[in-house]
Nanobody, 115 residues
Framework: QVQLVESGGGSVQAGGSLRLSCARS?????MGWFRQAPGKPREEVAT???????TYADTAKGRFTISQARAKNTLYLQMDSLKPEDTAMYYC????????????WGQGTQVTVSS
């Protein structure tokens, strides 16, 4: 497991932007952003492999960009054109092995989008 610490959440009006950051310690094979709104299951938002390949949920495509700064051991999620339905607790997660579950999680950062 690795330690993950998120930052960058907050409140914004619809159409606005936020950038989330996740500082990590140690090697990760894959990292990702997940979110969970009250009363809803947790959903995967975007992931990035160690080689830079990215995946996005349909709800994030074209609006969110996941990236990582290797030298700073930091993961980012740039969120543009935010919608009220993007309101949720956002979590950074990591896999340290090719096969296996997401075995490291951050504490979460709240994103609130008002209409």
């Amino acid at each position: 497991q690795v330690q993950l610490v998120e930052s960058g959440g907050g409140s914004v009006q619809a159409g606005g932007s936020l950038r989330l950051s996740c500082a990590r310690s140690g090697y990760t094979y894959r990292m990702g952003w997940f979110r969970q709104a009250p009363g809803k299951p947790r959903e995967e938002v975007a992931t990035i492999y160690d080689d830079g390949i990215t995946t996005y949920a349909d709800t994030a495509k074209g609006r969110f960009t996941i990236s990582q700064a290797r030298a700073k051991n930091t993961l980012y999620l740039q969120m543009d054109s935010l919608k009220p339905e993007d309101t949720a607790m956002y979590y950074c997660a990591a896999k340290t092995e090719v096969v296996g579950p997401w075995n490291s999680w951050g504490q979460g950062t709240q994103v609130t989008v008002s209409s």
